[in-house]
């Protein structure tokens, strides 16, 4: 397990809790899009089989336009990582951001649930 304020790689835990791996898009946009019971996700649970929303930091400064309509707010690891953290995206939202941005080059999604016609 990683030490108390460290991000790795290999381990993805943060202060004890476990996180999935960012995702960098072909653009260069880094997003964590984390979903359980300690997210702004739906459901609000561990190990869902699939999620309607989730939890979303932009990594770095850059603001995504498409999430600004979305309560932003910053948590502890926001702030060391320089993004905004945002609750309870969309499923069909995070998909618009990571088409619009090239696709995902790297990293983990957690499994997402679509609504139709949205």
Same mark, same amino acid.
């Given at each position: 397990?990683?030490?108390?304020?460290?991000?790795?790689?290999?381990?993805?835990?943060? %202060?004890?809790?476990?996180?999935?791996?960012?995702?960098?898009?072909?653009?260069?946009?880094?997003?964590?899009?984390?979903?359980? %019971?300690?997210? *702004?996700?739906?459901?609000?649970?561990? !190990?869902?089989?699939?999620? *309607?929303?989730?939890?979303? &930091?932009?990594? $770095?400064?850059?603001?995504?336009? &498409?999430?600004?309509? *979305? +309560? $932003?707010?910053?948590?502890? *690891?926001? !702030?060391?990582?320089?993004?905004?953290?945002?609750?309870?995206?969309?499923?069909?939202? +995070?998909? #618009?951001? +990571?088409?619009?941005? $090239?696709?995902?080059?790297?990293? %983990?999604?957690?499994?997402? #649930?679509? %609504?139709?016609? #949205?």
């Amino acid at each position: 397990m990683a030490g108390q304020g460290e991000v790795t790689k290999m381990s993805n835990y943060f %202060e004890g809790r476990l996180f999935r791996e960012h995702i960098v898009c072909k653009s260069g946009l880094r997003l964590s899009i984390q979903a359980s %019971e300690r997210h *702004y996700s739906i459901p609000k649970k561990q !190990n869902a089989f699939s999620y *309607y929303a989730c939890e979303v &930091a932009v990594i $770095g400064q850059k603001r995504v336009k &498409a999430l600004d309509k *979305y +309560i $932003g707010h910053k948590q502890d *690891y926001c !702030n060391m990582l320089g993004g905004f953290c945002y609750s309870s995206i969309s499923a069909n939202t +995070i998909m #618009k951001v +990571i088409v619009k941005n $090239g696709g995902v080059s790297e990293g %983990e999604l957690p499994p997402l #649930k679509f %609504e139709r016609n #949205k």
